[in-house]
């Protein structure tokens, strides 16, 4: 081997040992790399296993799934001013908190992005309601008075005991002399109603008093007429009920279960309430003739059942308006607010049914003006009804709807301008309501649109 090929293989071992320990720094590095990435890998997956875990029991079963879903953290925080818990107890009752903050009530735009709660300033709400956690109801959310309203009612308490704005309203409520003798008392007397601005209270009798006791529902123990199970916080908010709003008292006294035209009630929470959902008359202005019709048949039915009913009690109208009354799915009617009917007790001779007049005091002005004048008790009619029902109402629903039928209309016309005048006698508002009932009847369809009564209607004779 001469010198230039030992040059050359010289070079070329220097080169391939260069190679050589290169491609070893490319492997080793690459080695490195690979096992670095098992091991992020690795606690990536520890990670995850680590947050399943939790989740392990409920992913065994799809029922189960299914059973535990209540039991995730509430998505709402409802806090206590939205409901008025903070106003407790000062407020309606808390029999459907649980709900509430189990989100077995939920507000209709419970999936939307957001998830916030609605404007706290409105009135009513749509929402959902479940018992079993699968059967949803419609139903709607309330306030008995509006925003505005309520802080007026809470700025008059603290005023009345010349405290600040922000005072403890419960404390002074409690302070009151009415409420002192709330406490002192075994059952329920007209002297501790008097001068309650609700028309349900304007007239009492005992009757009717044992009767609230009885059904107050936002009670543990319930039936008897004395209030001997009644805590001091449920005398309250008893008291401040009857002072606000009976509404929900009404709904309680009367369900509609029993056959009474007016609707459940699901319970309460701080100053909400919750009741099923209907369709207010005044959507159907504008629906067909068959719907109208039915629609203001039932409006006298209701009315006339409101003076002759089987426990001899006379509920009358001080107004009605078309918020008042609201449809479910199958067509029926119902008195969706009753915050503006009293009742009289029938079974008392009417000369001696005399409204309750007291001393007023904090209570009696919580809902209204003090100093608001109303029909006295032995005055009312029972024409009273149907005069502001025809009035305020019928006239609106079946102004012009019997285009095609001239005759019928001017008839209808006429029954409603007899019916509607309060300068005619009793007498003649009574028969005008009832011929205009009888002639709604006839033009009754049997259609099962009307749920509610059909098929039974193919079977009625004459119908």
């Known amino acids: 081997m001469n010198h230039l090929q030992k040059l050359h293989l010289t070079f070329w071992r220097t ?210 007429v004395l209030m001997r199970h009644f805590t001091e916080r449920d005398k309250l908010r008893l008291l401040y009920t009857l002072s606000v709003n009976t509404h929900p008292i009404v709904l309680q006294l009367f369900p509609g279960i029993e056959g009474w035209p007016f609707l459940r009630y699901f319970g309460s929470c701080g100053r909400v309430i919750v009741t099923p959902r209907t369709n207010p008359i005044r959507e159907f202005y504008t629906a067909s003739l068959e719907v109208i019709v039915d629609i203001a048949y039932q409006l006298l039915q209701i009315t006339h059942s409101l003076e002759n009913n089987d426990l001899n009690y006379f509920f009358y109208y001080t107004s009605v308006h078309d918020k008042m009354f609201g449809t479910f799915e199958d067509g029926r009617l119902y008195i969706t607010d009753t915050s503006s009917i009293g009742i009289i007790d029938k079974q008392k001779d009417k000369e001696f049914v005399q409204e309750i007049k007291g001393k007023k005091d904090v209570f009696s002005c919580l809902a209204s003006d003090c100093e608001m004048q109303h029909t006295p008790c032995g005055e009312i009619s029972e024409a009273q009804n149907f005069i502001i029902v025809c009035r305020d109402l019928l006239s609106n629903l079946l102004a012009d709807k019997f285009k095609s039928s001239p005759s019928l209309q001017k008839q209808i016309d006429t029954f409603l301008r007899l019916c509607s005048d309060d300068s005619l006698s009793a007498n003649v508002t009574l028969k005008a309501a009832d011929s205009l009932m009888q002639l709604l009847k006839s033009q009754r369809s049997c259609d099962p649109h009307f749920e509610y009564r059909y098929p039974e209607c193919k079977y009625v004779k004459g119908y």
């Open 15 to 224: 080169v391939a040992a260069h190679i050589v320990k290169a491609h070893e720094a490319v492997l080793m590095k690459c080695e490195k790399m690979y096992v670095q990435s098992l091991a992020n890998l690795g606690s990536r997956l520890i990670l995850v296993l680590i947050s399943l875990e939790p989740l392990s029991p409920r992913l065994n079963t799809r029922a189960k799934a299914t059973a535990n879903v209540t039991k995730l953290k509430p998505v709402y925080n409802f806090g206590r001013n939205f409901l008025g818990l903070d106003k407790c107890n000062a407020c309606i009752g808390t029999s459907l908190c649980r709900k509430f903050f189990k989100e077995e009530i939920r507000f209709e735009n419970w999936l939307s992005a957001g998830l916030r709660l609605p404007p706290s300033h409105k009135k009513t709400y749509f929402a959902n309601y479940t018992a079993d956690t699968e059967n949803w109801k419609p139903v709607v959310i309330s306030r008995l008075q509006s925003k505005f309203q309520n802080e007026l009612s809470d700025w008059k308490i603290c005023t009345s005991a010349s405290k600040k704005v922000t005072c403890s309203i419960e404390n002074v409520l409690r302070g009151t002399e009415r409420f002192q003798k709330w406490l002192a008392a075994d059952r329920l007397t007209t002297d501790l109603v008097q001068s309650l601005s609700s028309p349900l209270l304007r007239c009492p009798s005992q009757r009717l008093l044992d009767r609230i006791v009885r059904r107050y529902a936002e009670v543990r123990d319930s039936g008897s």
